[in-house]
């Protein structure tokens, strides 16, 4: 096996009853990459998503991380062997405030109140919301929110960490904010896997990009590569557009 295989998915579906939602799909993840999912809506991301979590068990197929078969794991369980996850909508516990979010995944690794408190102090400070520490979930910005998931994946310590649509709904401004702090995330060493619909986005900061469509795995290569791919744009946009149109999305 490479040594720096991450995480390794073969020939996974979902079915539910006659639809495929997830047809059939492999791909690889290394120690370090960024990887970004692309297609369009009802493509089959967020349930691709949800089986490499453990929120769906696989029709078929295999999903190893670190080599370690994980197909029957519960999210739990993956969390604890290194996989972070973020959701397309936002879920904190709203009574709770920021760093008492932060800390029920701390608890995953540290038992000791002050231990967890600690590690989820430091999370907050590194995604920016150490001032915010204090405040309900409920009161904060969809900006706020936001970085609030990614902080509650990072408390888990994680090498990988799923992103979805972590940047939905936010102004240009916003988004630069949060393109800085992953990039900063990933020198540090993290490994991201991420399912995103700005493509510009897309284009600052992947190694690699992979197209899903109708559940399937169509396309895989650079971000060039791909906004340049004629299936690409036909998935995208449909037929008689050319491929400049999909690159100014």
Do not use: C
């Not at 998503?49 to 078929?60: D, E, I, K, M, W």
């Not at 290194?82 to 709203?94: C, D, H, S, V």
């Not at 690794?109 to 204090?134: I, P, Y």
């Amino acid at each position: 096996m490479i040594a720096d295989l991450l995480l390794a998915v073969s020939g996974v579906s979902k079915h539910f009853l006659g639809l495929r939602a997830v047809d059939d799909v492999s791909l690889s993840v290394r120690k370090g990459e960024i990887v970004s999912i692309i297609g369009p809506n009802g493509a089959g991301k967020t349930t691709f998503f949800n089986l490499l979590t453990g929120q769906l068990v696989p029709t078929s197929g295999e999903v190893r991380l670190r080599g370690e078969r994980i197909n029957q794991l519960a999210p739990h369980d993956r969390a604890r062997l290194g996989m972070g996850r973020t959701f397309q909508i936002a879920k904190p516990l709203i009574a709770l405030n920021a760093l008492e979010n932060v800390m029920i995944g701390a608890f995953m690794r540290h038992r000791a109140l002050g231990t967890a408190r600690d590690k989820a102090m430091a999370v907050l400070e590194k995604v920016g919301l150490a001032h915010h520490a204090r405040v309900r979930a409920g009161d904060l910005t969809l900006s706020e929110r936001r970085r609030l998931e990614v902080a509650r994946a990072l408390a888990l310590e994680p090498e990988i960490v799923l992103l979805d649509e972590v940047m939905a709904g936010l102004n240009q401004s916003e988004v630069g904010q949060a393109i800085e702090l992953l990039q900063g995330l990933h020198a540090e060493g993290l490994t991201f896997l991420i399912i995103e619909h700005n493509l510009k986005v897309v284009r600052a900061f992947s190694d690699r990009v992979v197209v899903l469509d109708r559940g399937r795995l169509i396309a895989e290569g650079t971000a060039d590569q791909i906004l340049s791919s004629p299936e690409v744009v036909k998935a995208y946009l449909g037929d008689g557009h050319q491929a400049a149109e999909l690159g100014n999305l």
